[in-house]
Nanobody, 115 residues
Framework: QVQLVESGGGLVQPGGSLRLSCAAS????????MSWYRQAPGKQRDLVAT???????NYANSVKGRFTISRDNAKNTVYLQMNSLKSEDTAVYYC?????????WGQGTQVTVSA
C-alpha cells in the first residue's frame, strides 16, 4: 500500500510560480511511475506530467516549457515546479503513483491563479 500526501498549493498571481510536492509512504517508491494530474471545476481529470522509475519524462502540451516534474528517491518525493502560471492552470492537482497492478492517488491540493 502506498499513501500519497500533496503539499504546496495556494493562490498565486498570473506569471508567478509554485512548487508542488508529493510525499509517498512505503519502500517501493523508486519502482513507481509518478504523475501529476489536475481537475478544474466541471472538467475531467487530465494528465499534467509523468516521470517513470527510470526518469523518462512526459508533459501535456499545455504545460510544456513551463512545468517541470522531478523526483527524489531518497526522500520518496515527487515535485512539480510550475512557472509562468496562467489562470487556466487553476485546478485541484493530484499526485498519482502507478505500480504494475496498482494505482494510488493523493487527496489533491488546490492551485488558484488569479490577480
Amino acid at each position: 500500500q502506498v499513501q500519497l500526501v500533496e503539499s504546496g498549493g495556494g493562490l498565486v498571481q498570473p506569471g508567478g510560480s509554485l512548487r508542488l510536492s508529493c510525499a509517498a509512504s512505503g519502500s517501493i517508491f523508486r519502482r513507481l511511475a509518478m504523475s501529476w494530474y489536475r481537475q478544474a471545476p466541471g472538467k475531467q481529470r487530465d494528465l499534467v506530467a509523468t516521470i517513470t522509475s527510470s526518469g523518462v519524462l512526459n508533459y501535456a502540451n499545455s504545460v510544456k516549457g513551463r512545468f517541470t516534474i522531478s523526483r527524489d528517491n531518497a526522500k520518496n518525493t515527487v515535485y512539480l515546479q510550475m512557472n509562468s502560471l496562467k489562470s487556466e492552470d487553476t485546478a485541484v492537482y493530484y499526485c498519482n503513483a502507478r505500480a504494475i497492478f496498482d494505482l494510488y492517488w493523493g487527496q489533491g491540493t488546490q492551485v488558484t491563479v488569479s490577480a
